[in-house]
């Protein structure tokens, strides 16, 4: 099958068509959980160790910061991104968690959610191609990378340090789509650990298919 051309001046939304029903997903998933089943962890195994509520704030947090931590100067020079509460929707450190002061219950968690993937949404929509794929930055090569590096067919590669990675754009944005379809997988595991029935489909891409990943189960 022939890929079909996507001119360096289409909207970077052509890329990332999936993010339209991302949110849909997600909420059907959680929907009408009590905070017990929320609240639900265990030390049994590593991917429990995060209850669903704690999966689901990290999942908004994550976006805000690499939108507007790590590439806000380039994405919003004129800091005209519409997001009053930046230092709460990203508390406790660049990639962890909401503030638990102010995002706690899930209505609240999913609306800065929801903001959040509309965030990315307009980005993709304000950005073309070519600029998702010819801006770059460097992160940290940290051991969950040598893994994950191999889910990314361009956009993340190596650079000359060893410590070190380099990300465009393109592959930050399916970096986050990565993350957040890896983290329903485990919203899933938390609930059948609950012996709770699932209730979507979670997308087969991204970190949690890869060969050597943990998918035990409870």
């Known amino acids: ?15 990332f068509p999936e993010y ?3 949110y849909e ?6 929907d009408g959980l ?9 030390d049994q195994w590593e991917w429990a160790k995060w209850n669903i509520r ?17 590439w806000g100067d380039t994405l919003f020079p004129d800091g005209n991104h519409g997001v009053a509460d930046v230092p709460g929707l990203t508390a406790s450190g660049f990639d962890r968690r909401l503030d638990d002061q102010r995002y706690w219950e899930l209505p609240v968690i999913l609306h800065a959610l929801q903001e959040a993937i509309s965030l990315t949404q307009r980005v993709l929509a304000q950005r073309s191609v070519s600029f998702l794929r010819n801006h770059t930055c460097q992160r940290d090569f940290g051991d969950h990378w040598r893994l994950m590096i191999h889910a990314h067919p ?3 590669t190596r650079t000359g340090e060893p410590d070190k990675l380099e990300m465009t754009l393109e592959g930050t944005v399916r970096h986050i789509y990565f993350e957040e379809t890896t983290h329903l ?3 899933q595991r938390l609930k059948r650990a609950q012996r709770l029935a699932t209730v979507v489909e979670v997308p087969r891409v991204g970190y949690w298919i890869l060969d050597g990943w943990d998918r035990s189960e409870a």
């Open 154 to 156: 361009t956009g993340i």
């Open 185 to 187: 997988y485990n919203i």
């Open 1 to 15: 099958m022939t890929t079909p051309h996507i001119p360096d001046s289409a909207a970077g939304t052509v890329l």
């Open 25 to 30: 997903l997600i909420i059907r998933e959680v």
């Open 34 to 42: 009590t905070d017990t089943q929320l609240d639900f962890s265990s």
């Open 20 to 22: 339209s029903g991302l």
């Open 54 to 70: 704690r999966q689901l704030t990290h999942m908004a947090s994550l976006i805000y910061s690499w939108l507007l931590g790590r």
